[in-house]
């Protein structure tokens, strides 16, 4: 595609339940991220995957959180047993050169 | 401290105002300096991009770097309603993390 896609755009979930969030990066980006943003906060680091390299998951909150990147394209991030904590934007990012990071639209996260 | 200030705004000026965004960081690694711009519901996208002090021109948009100082600053000339939006200021080490600003928003009137 021309750019990166992410669905759902918006979910609404109930506190407890598991949501997964799907990123598609523009094709041949090796790089990929994802990143939360809080209402009136900066967007925070989650997770960068590189081609084959071992992902850097230093940013996860908790260990409900992990993600996949299959065949070096597809990513899923998974948050289980959500808490209204973890309501936010949740942006995917792809990139070829490492400062030019091309985001998606997000995925709008709401936990009730 | 955190290690990336950025003035929180937000900013109304009329059009043709010239708007004036600020930054400033802690992180000495730093050598990637980036705006991003972000529109209402949309992901951010990259603006302007600079690795050296100095300023950097694109068209009405002048990015400034002083390394010495820590800071960072976008001006925006002859600002125009499509210019409204939220401006991030970004940076990044030799790492591939990039540290954003919590962004200005910045409204433009007609």
């Known amino acids: 595609g021309a750019g990166v896609s992410q669905s759902p755009s918006n979910k609404v979930t109930e506190k407890g339940k598991d949501v997964e969030l799907r990123c598609d990066p523009i094709s041949g980006h090796t790089a990929l991220y994802w990143y939360r943003q809080s209402l009136g906060q900066g967007l925070e680091f989650l997770i960068y995957?590189?081609?084959?390299?071992?992902?850097?998951k230093s940013g996860l909150p908790s260990d409900r959180f992990s993600a996949e990147r299959t065949g070096g394209s597809v990513s899923t991030l998974t948050i289980q047993r959500t808490q209204q904590e973890d309501s936010a934007v949740y942006l995917c990012?792809?990139?070829?050169?490492?400062?030019?990071?091309?985001f998606g639209q997000g995925t709008r996260l709401t936990v009730v | 401290q955190k290690e990336v200030e950025q003035d929180p705004g937000p900013l109304s000026v009329p059009e043709g105002a010239i708007v004036s965004l600020n930054c400033t960081y802690s992180n000495s690694a730093f050598q990637y300096f980036m705006w991003y711009r972000q529109y209402s519901r949309k992901g951010p996208e990259l603006l302007m991009y600079t690795y050296s002090s100095g300023n950097k021109e694109d068209g009405r948009f002048t990015a400034q770097v002083d390394k010495s100082s820590k800071y960072i600053s976008l001006f925006i000339r002859d600002s125009q309603p499509s210019d409204s939006a939220t401006y991030l200021c970004a940076f990044c080490s030799n790492d591939y993390k990039l540290s954003f600003g919590a962004g200005t928003t910045v409204t433009v009137r007609a």
């Open positions: 990012a792809s990139s070829l050169v490492t400062f030019e990071a091309f």
């Open positions: 995957f590189q081609g084959n390299s071992a992902p850097d």
